[in-house]
């Protein structure tokens, strides 16, 4: 499972968000334990505390005292609104400049946009 040149505590974490914000993982809903995760994918303890720390850190979970870790309220839309912003920062804009160096105008891009995936026009 943990095949990656990140650290390990790097994949939990992110594996963790993927569930947020996919929803597998709901909010107030509860995290596998520290125990658990090392038991399930034979790592030491320490490494998946430290990647609950780093989600604790931004927000998207918190410990209930004697109980274990939950997914904190708001989680998933704090997620979905960084993803916007990279999405928009790292693939549309440099696309949106690439179509102005082709001589691609908006009309065009709708136009093909609305042709090719005309799900999204209904959202």
Do not use: C, W
């Not at 040149?5 to 909010?27: D, F, N």
């Not at 809903?29 to 995760?37: E, H, I, K, L, R």
């Not at 931004?58 to 005292?65: A, I, T």
């Not at 549309?92 to 946009?113: F, K, N, S, T, Y």
Request: hydrophobic share 40%; glycine share 8%; aromatic share 8%.
């Amino acid at each position: 499972m943990f095949e990656g040149r990140e650290p390990i505590y790097v994949q939990i974490a992110q594996q963790i968000r993927a569930e947020i914000l996919a929803g597998t993982l709901p909010e107030e809903g509860q995290v596998m334990s520290t125990t658990q995760y090392a038991t399930t994918y034979r790592i030491n303890p320490a490494t998946a505390a430290k990647a609950f720390a780093e989600l604790v850190d931004e927000g998207l979970l918190y410990k209930r005292r004697g109980v274990g870790m939950f997914v904190a309220s708001g989680a998933r839309e704090r997620l979905l609104d960084q993803h916007r912003q990279t999405f928009f920062a790292e693939v549309l804009d440099p696309a949106l400049a690439q179509a102005d160096l082709l001589g691609i105008g908006v009309d065009e891009l709708v136009g093909h946009i609305t042709r090719t995936h005309p799900r999204r026009t209904e959202r």
